[in-house]
Each structure stands twice: as structure tokens, then as C-alpha cells.
């Protein structure tokens, strides 16, 4: 059974930076896409960056720029580095991918930035 769990949130001043880093129990880590969501207090959770099995990404419009998530295949880790951060990037960040047509998610991990 594949299992996700985030750590590395914290509380951070704006334009300060934080790593999230994503471990994924189970095989087959680098034939799959996996995704950082972000959930905003009130909010739907939106994806915000895409990492592909090719090593190719994608941002959301919204932290394009700032945040750079990447993979490392040999330790079953997604990561996303958050820079410059700002008070709207407060919330709690998922990890996520799919398997077997099934949405799997992390407990996810709270941002806070504020001053």
C-alpha cells in the first residue's frame, strides 16, 4: 500500500523560504507523477506544482518563480523548495499522486507566513 507523508512546514517570516520534502512508501516511485497541493484557510485545495516520471515540472501561475519542486527517484522523495515567501502561502500543503486511478494524499504539513 502506497503511503505519503510530508514534513518540513513551519511558521516563517514573508520572504523567507522552507523546504517541504514528500516520502512515498512502495514501489515503482519513478514511473509516477507527484503533485504539491496547497490548501488555503477556507480554501479548496489547488495544485500548485507538478513533477513528472521524465523529470520535466509545472507551476501554478502563482508561485511560479518562487517555488521549484524536484524528485530524487533513488530516495522515493518529492520536494518542494518554497522561496520569498508570502502571507497568501499560508495553509496546509499536500503531497499527492495517483495510483491505480486512485488519488493517494499525505496528513499534509502547515505553513504559516507571518511577521
Known amino acids: 500500500q502506497v503511503q505519503l507523508v510530508e514534513s518540513g512546514g513551519g511558521l516563517v517570516q514573508p520572504g523567507g523560504s522552507l523546504r517541504l520534502s514528500c516520502v512515498v512508501s512502495?514501489?515503482?516511485?519513478?514511473?509516477?507523477?507527484m503533485h504539491w497541493y496547497h490548501q488555503a484557510p477556507g480554501k479548496l485545495r489547488d495544485v500548485i506544482a507538478t513533477?513528472?516520471?521524465?523529470?520535466?515540472?509545472n507551476y501554478a501561475d502563482s508561485v511560479k518563480g518562487r517555488f521549484t519542486i524536484s524528485r530524487d527517484n533513488a530516495k522515493n522523495t518529492a520536494d518542494l523548495q518554497m522561496n520569498s515567501l508570502k502571507p497568501e502561502d499560508t495553509g496546509v500543503y499536500y503531497c499527492n499522486t495517483l495510483r491505480g486511478g486512485r488519488d493517494i494524499w499525505g496528513q499534509g504539513t502547515q505553513v504559516t507566513v507571518s511577521s
Open positions: 513533477i513528472y516520471s521524465n523529470g520535466n515540472a
Open positions: 512502495g514501489n515503482d516511485f519513478s514511473a509516477y507523477n
